[in-house]
């Protein structure tokens, strides 16, 4: 079983900038495949962006491509997420997926059942 804990949430200004961090529990993070989604009130869960298992190759959702940037800490088990120029339509709640034992090592998974493992969600709002 593999416990996510995601933090770094907030209210933030437009054009202002946040950064997103989610741990990850267990001793195997480099088989752990991750990737970040997030839900705006009466909208469907959207992917954000993901990170192989070994940290090669990362994907952006076309919204947020070229204003957020993913990597991954393995001495930390964290995946991190900068998110910079937020604007209002960045505004939803943030959630952090694994999935474990991916055979390519440099694959990203972009659908949410592809993601057994959920942490419990950060709240991030843009407003001025």
């Known amino acids: 079983q593999v416990q996510l804990v995601e933090s770094g949430g907030g209210l933030v200004q437009p054009g202002g900038s946040l950064r997103l961090s989610c741990t990850a529990s267990g001793r195997t993070f480099s088989t752990y495949t991750m990737a970040w989604f997030r839900q705006a009130l009466g909208k469907e869960r959207e992917f954000v962006s993901g990170i192989s298992r070994s940290g090669l190759t990362t994907k952006y959702g076309n919204s947020v491509k070229g204003r957020f940037t993913i990597s991954r800490d393995p001495a930390k088990n964290t995946v991190l997420l900068q998110m910079n120029s937020l604007n209002s339509e960045d505004t939803a709640v943030y959630y952090c997926?694994?999935?474990?034992?991916?055979?390519?090592?440099?694959?990203?998974?972009?659908?949410?059942?592809?993601?057994?493992?959920w942490g419990q969600g950060t709240q991030v709002t843009v407003s001025s």
């Open positions: 997926a694994a999935h474990l034992g991916a055979s390519d090592p440099m694959a990203i998974l972009t659908t949410m059942s592809q993601y057994p493992y």
